[in-house]
């Protein structure tokens, strides 16, 4: 028989996942990943990776009967995570930090371990996405779009998926995830969903500013012709195409269009000057591990849970420009994830250098 | 799957027999030991009769022996109960590196917040400690000395003889954490210069939540819980008439048995270091080569993890533990590993395998058939992560 391990994070989407998968009759193993120190205080009451949600993970597998263990992965998260994360603030990007843990952590560290260690064949996780296998396998959103997380899985290609179960993505919505749940007696079963960031409990800005001070030294806002119209707190505070909160009295909705931190200055400018149609993107992959074409047409999500939009895909040696059909403000360090309706076609993360 | 259990040092199945006592108590026996009625005193007869079991397993006459919780509760008593008795006059407390956390993190308490003068003295690297080492730390202000027995993760048994002997001479109290190592070596106070012992009745095949404090008459010792006054003040409260008949009848059994069992553990034991350090590459023995445990065998692999090699043998049927005896998925290098000189990533990768009475040697040779491809596994994924 086969076995899979399965990602418990100590939440209801990964217990029900297991849940699925034993019911199956599949050869089930637990595992949660220590994402911060032992012992140490969490900036978040909600991590998935503290000693109580590991608890709650363990006790999920009990309840289900299955093998359970805890592996420690806090060095690979504090790395390729916390610290990405920061990074990309003090280097005036919006990070994603859900693209990085799945894509250094669940799908690299812990795929390696789970596959090298243990013999296992497969790694279940309990995200909303759904895997079609076959000869190419395919990403698609989840049958609930509404809690569909397939953006921050892009960079996963065939040698990941092959080895990928998400059971969660087929069902039709969280209520039927919760009712399973309750079904199977899970302790999780009324825990609240996980939020957005989840290692930092209250203001990102706050955990940023005690990594990266750097990243808070004031400096000039400006218009898109240099004037010079205001003060900012710091660029780890701001972020392409949020409304600025500088105070600035001209009446004028602006809007944060470009960051340059290497003179600290934001670029400020109203909805009309948004101008940018093309984008430069890096790390670029492609489910199918290749590209359907050199340019090729897509509906491309700029953020989580972003509408897509249309445009061009070109392909580079080192990356890939992205052609909008019409102007938008995308924030550098963001996944732009590729969409052809509902599968998943690959993507790549904005850069701050402009397309060439 | 056929399940092969390799890690009495954390705890032992409880005996058939003592399962039994201690059923009979539950059923026919629940009178408070310290009632003056009938069923109170059918209690006392169960908790004397056990006094006088572990008493004769260890060479003490049956007032010396106090009845506590566990092995926990003993080494917090010894140590706290002796310098809060001597506080007046002496205020040192001299241990070791190795300890168990019992000892190790009690010590750094009184500390920290009872003004008790601690050293803590390194080990070598077989984790032994020389008495001379100890004579050289103890001072006219020295109230205590506590040294264990054997190890629980490495196995070393400690010369506790002679240091037993320097701390007499110079009016030092000598406390030994015996916990691993009562029901497996001979024990005899008769002949062993201790002044207070600890044990636990779930190494030795008995109940878990019991255990005993052995106090060598004359040692003064405080209380530390006040209440009723039970076990003649020294721990207070309502006794566990089931665990404590559960725990002499686990001290008459293990007395019974400890010769014979530790001479076919020893030659198992023998046959599993070989059989490891023969067909596993790059292993390292840890603790002392024949000043050990007979049961216990405790490895290094560099460059694998504890952790992963107890998971990855787990789900080939063989509990086993890491020297870091943990549950948390913390990957954090073992202290006492550490206090041999070991480096951190070799420390990383410790094994640990405890015979025990159910052990045959189908056992040693099943687990070594498997062995080597789980370590090499491990240490390749490792590697990758290193």
């Given at each position: ?356 | ?73 003993s080494d917090n008593l010894a140590l706290r109960g002796v310098l809060k008795a001597r506080r007046a006059e002496r205020d040192g407390l001299v241990t070791v590196a190795t300890e168990h956390h019992a000892v190790l993190d009690t010590a750094h308490d009184l500390a920290e917040h009872a003004h008790v003068r601690l050293t803590v003295l390194d080990v070598d690297r077989d984790g032994l400690i020389r008495p001379e080492a100890v004579a050289a730390a103890i001072d006219e202000r020295t109230a205590i000395v506590s040294v264990m027995h054997a190890n629980n993760e490495i196995g070393t048994v400690q010369p506790i003889a002679e240091i037993g002997a320097l701390c007499r001479e ?217």
């Amino acid at each position: 028989m086969s076995r899979v391990f399965v990602a418990m994070s100590g939440g209801v989407d990964s217990s029900v996942a297991a849940a699925l998968l034993a019911e199956r009759g599949e050869d089930v193993v637990g595992v949660w990943m220590r994402l911060v120190p032992a012992g140490s205080q969490p900036d978040a009451p909600r991590c998935c990776g503290t000693d109580e949600a590991g608890e709650d993970a363990r006790r999920a597998a009990g309840v289900l009967g299955i093998p359970f263990y805890a592996l420690d992965y806090a060095d690979v998260f504090g790395r390729e995570v916390v610290g990405r994360f920061v990074d990309s603030y003090a280097g005036g990007e919006t990070p994603n930090p859900c693209v990085s843990c799945n894509q250094h952590v669940k799908f690299e560290a812990l795929m390696r371990d789970v596959v090298a260690k243990f013999g296992a064949d497969r790694l279940a996780t309990g995200h909303y996405a759904r895997v079609e296998h076959g000869p190419r396998h395919r990403l698609l959103r989840a049958q609930d779009t509404a809690k569909d997380q397939s953006y921050a899985l892009y960079m996963l290609g065939q040698r990941e998926l092959a080895r990928i179960e998400f059971p969660i993505g087929e069902l039709p919505d969280k209520s039927m995830t919760r009712a399973i749940a309750t079904r199977f007696g899970l302790p999780t079963a009324a825990k609240p969903d996980s939020m957005d960031i989840c290692f930092i409990g209250g203001d990102y800005r706050t955990f940023v500013r005690e990594r990266a001070p750097d990243a808070f030294a004031p400096g000039p806002v400006e218009r898109a012709d240099g004037t010079r119209i205001g003060e900012h707190g710091g660029i780890g505070t701001l972020t392409v195409g949020q409304r600025t909160g500088t105070g600035v009295a001209t009446g004028e909705r602006l809007y944060v269009l470009r960051l340059e931190p290497d003179r600290r200055a934001a670029v400020v400018g109203t909805r009309e000057e948004i101008s940018a149609t093309t984008y430069q993107l890096r790390d670029v992959r492609f489910v199918a591990d290749a590209p359907p074409a050199g340019r090729f047409r897509t509906e491309a999500v700029l953020r989580y849970r972003g509408t897509p939009l249309a445009g061009w895909v070109s392909v580079q040696a080192d990356g890939a420009t992205l052609e909008l059909d019409t102007p938008a403000l995308v924030a550098p360090g963001q996944a732009a994830v590729f969409y052809s309706g509902d599968e998943v076609i690959g993507g790549g993360v904005v850069s701050r250098i402009p397309a060439h | 799957m056929r399940r092969v259990y390799l890690d009495h040092a954390a705890t032992t199945p409880v005996d058939p027999e003592v399962a039994e006592a201690m059923a009979r108590v539950y059923r026919d026996v629940h009178g408070n030991a310290s009632s003056i009625h009938a069923e109170g005193r059918a209690a006392r007869a169960l908790v004397d009769e056990a006094r006088d079991q572990v008493a004769a397993a260890i060479g003490a006459s049956p007032g010396e022996i106090v009845f506590t919780s566990g092995g926990t509760e003993s080494d917090n008593l010894a140590l706290r109960g002796v310098l809060k008795a001597r506080r007046a006059e002496r205020d040192g407390l001299v241990t070791v590196a190795t300890e168990h956390h019992a000892v190790l993190d009690t010590a750094h308490d009184l500390a920290e917040h009872a003004h008790v003068r601690l050293t803590v003295l390194d080990v070598d690297r077989d984790g032994l400690i020389r008495p001379e080492a100890v004579a050289a730390a103890i001072d006219e202000r020295t109230a205590i000395v506590s040294v264990m027995h054997a190890n629980n993760e490495i196995g070393t048994v400690q010369p506790i003889a002679e240091i037993g002997a320097l701390c007499r001479e110079r009016g030092v109290t000598f406390h030994s954490d015996a916990v691993q190592s009562v029901g497996a070596l001979d024990l005899d106070v008769r002949a062993l210069p201790v002044d207070l012992l600890s044990l636990n009745a779930h190494k030795f095949y008995g109940p878990k939540g019991v255990g005993a404090l052995y106090v060598r008459r004359g040692t003064r010792l405080a209380t530390l819980q006040t209440g009723g006054g039970q076990e003649k003040g020294r721990r207070t409260g309502t006794e566990n008439v089931a665990g404590i008949v559960g725990l002499g009848v686990a001290m008459r059994l293990a007395a019974a048995r400890r010769a014979s069992e530790a001479a076919r553990l020893t030659a198992l034991r023998e046959r599993l270091i070989e059989g490891v350090l023969a067909r596993v590459p790059d292993a390292v023995l840890t603790g002392h080569r024949t000043l050990r445990l007979p049961n216990s065998a405790s490895f290094c692999f560099r460059g694998a993890d504890g952790p992963s090699l107890v998971a990855a043998l787990d789900l080939e049927g063989f509990a086993v533990s890491s020297g870091s005896a943990c549950t948390s998925g913390d990957t954090q290098a073992s202290a006492v590993l550490l206090a041999l000189g070991l480096d951190e990533a070799t420390a990383k990768g410790s094994l640990r395998l405890t015979l025990g009475r159910s052990t045959t040697r189908e056992d040693i040779d099943a687990l070594l058939d498997v062995l080597p491809a789980i370590v090499a596994r491990v240490r390749g994924a490792s590697a990758v992560t290193a």
